[in-house]
């Protein structure tokens, strides 16, 4: 990385904690952090009025938004909203990111991550790095109702989807064994794996550490907001393809991975979690929205962070972050945001009347 991006980025850094001082003292007054190179930022989209609206991740159109809509409708508590909609996406093969058919560890595994947070109570749930159980969102709600924890692991966690009658399976499908077997076959030319014969012409994969056809660090994120002001959000995840056994990331992790407060609103991310777990992310996100930033602008504000303690080895030549990132916002008052680090993607939103996928800017948009 060059020491002049390397500069820029820690002057960033400095411009950012001055400005974020001033809006504390100074809330509501406009943002005058110095930006990126990226566009600027869009205006929060507000609804009419509050709740219901329901907010996600790109995976979570139309079927978990729809689904958590359809559910508000009917009086059901947000968070229980929520996990019914992403129930729907942890079901989908097609999915890799999430629940059955999400890529496994590097032993061919799959370990999923996923945790729920209750916006008026500030309660809880969570479970990480749990096999053959294929809603980990649908544990996470039980863990923060039926035990006096927030968080359970591994084969702790799966005694506990046990006790609570979930079916075992086999979470990994011929697809997702597929890809995992192709990647143990090309990743390295000094081991004892080798590519079948016919497949060997085929186009050599790139497995750098970003998202791709193959690789993911894709997740599901779902947030609601009830007529009534409350909100309950949830994240789940196969977490990040390949990973050493016992990898947890930062979807289970209350504050990385998601977070909600009625009194403010909720965010939750996806994309690289040791990025999320290193800089506290959703509840930095959801703390600069209480001190007055706009939805959209507090997911900026927290990817240059990001972006500027990210160590030299997962920078571009130019200082741009490797990996991306993305956060999904929603406020109290309706309105919502979103941003990530590298690919302008988008943020699913139902407003009531029907769910789209809105767009969303970069921080180092990818150039294509
Ligand atoms: N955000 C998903 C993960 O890193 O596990």
Not at 98 to 121: C, F, H, I, R, W
Request: include cysteine; charge should be neutral; charged fraction near 25%.
């Amino acid at each position: 990385m060059s020491n002049t991006r390397r500069d820029f980025l820690r002057g960033a850094v400095s411009a950012t904690a001055l400005g974020c001082a001033a809006t504390i003292t100074a809330m509501g007054q406009q943002d005058n952090t110095e930006k990126s190179r990226s566009a600027a930022p869009t205006q929060a989209k507000a609804t009419a009025g509050r709740g219901p609206v329901v907010i996600g991740s790109v995976n979570a159109h139309p079927a978990a938004c729809d689904k958590a809509m359809e559910l508000l409708r009917q009086n059901t508590h947000p968070v229980d909203a929520v996990v019914a909609g992403i129930n729907l996406v942890e079901d989908d093969p097609k999915d890799h990111s999430v629940g059955y058919g999400g890529l496994p560890n590097e032993e061919g595994v799959v370990q999923l991550d996923s945790a729920v947070m209750d916006g008026k109570t500030g309660k809880a749930g969570a479970v990480a790095a749990l096999e053959r159980i294929k809603n980990p969102s649908s544990v996470a709600i039980l863990v923060m109702r039926r035990t006096d924890h927030v968080l359970l692991v591994g084969e702790g966690a799966l005694r506990f989807a046990r006790a609570h009658g979930f079916e075992e399976m086999n979470l990994l499908t011929p697809e997702a064994r597929r890809i995992w077997l192709e990647w143990k076959e090309t990743h390295s030319d000094k081991d004892d794996w080798i590519r079948p014969e016919a497949d060997k012409a085929a186009k050599k994969t790139s497995w750098r550490r970003v998202d791709g056809e193959n690789f993911t660090t894709g997740t599901i994120h779902v947030a609601a907001l009830t007529a009534g002001g409350d909100i309950g959000c949830c994240t789940s995840t196969s977490g990040l393809s390949y990973k050493l056994p016992g990898r947890v990331g930062d979807s289970p992790i209350i504050g990385a991975g998601l977070y909600c407060d009625n009194e403010v609103g909720s965010c939750g991310s996806t994309g690289r979690g040791e990025a999320n777990l290193q800089n506290c992310s959703s509840f930095l996100v959801v703390e600069l929205m209480r001190q007055g930033r706009a939805p959209e602008e507090a997911c900026l504000e927290v990817l240059r962070r990001v972006a500027a303690k990210a160590e030299p080895r997962l920078l571009e030549d130019d200082g741009a972050p490797l990996f991306d990132l993305r956060f999904y916002a929603l406020r109290k008052d309706g309105s919502y945001g979103a941003a990530g680090m590298r690919k302008e993607g988008g943020i699913a939103v139902h407003d009531g009347t029907e769910c789209k996928v809105i767009k969303a800017p970069a921080l180092y948009p990818t150039k294509s």
